[in-house]
């Protein structure tokens, strides 16, 4: 269930992920936000689903658009994936006449802790109709040896 807001758009999160990096912020709402701040916020709740496979975790977003060009992946502090890009708006022309307004520009940024069997070294990503696929490989669990001991007696 979404409980906190979160600084980038109007994306929520849970309180009780663990994983999730968002920030609340208490005062969200309580202050005028500069025409320029709404501009870079309006394309920040970018889609993400995260799942996890027995070889690996995977991410994908859609960024509908945008170009492999505009994205940044990259990984911060060791185990933190960071998602980040921005689809700059349209040049108006002098004589353009808009009816409407509705593809949101801006700026985005997405953070993720990844667990301690993510093999941060071997991260990969591609982007394929508007769809950033980043693909974290997993450390095989090894499964402990069992040895039978006899009972004497």
Partial sequence: MSLIPSFFGNRRTNVFDPISLDIWDPFDGFFAIPSSSRETSQFANAKIDWKETPEAHVFKVDLPGLKKE?????????????????????????????????????????????????????????????VLTVTVPKEEVKKPEVKAIDISG
Avoid: T, Y
């Fill in 70 to 130: 505009e994205v940044k992946v990259e990984m911060e502090e060791g185990r933190i994936l960071q998602i980040s890009g921005e689809r700059c708006k349209e040049q108006e022309e002098k004589n353009d006449k808009w009816h409407r307004v509705e593809r949101s520009s801006g700026k985005f940024l997405r953070r993720f802790r990844l667990p301690e069997n993510a093999k941060v070294d071997q991260v990969k990503a591609g982007m394929e109709n508007g």
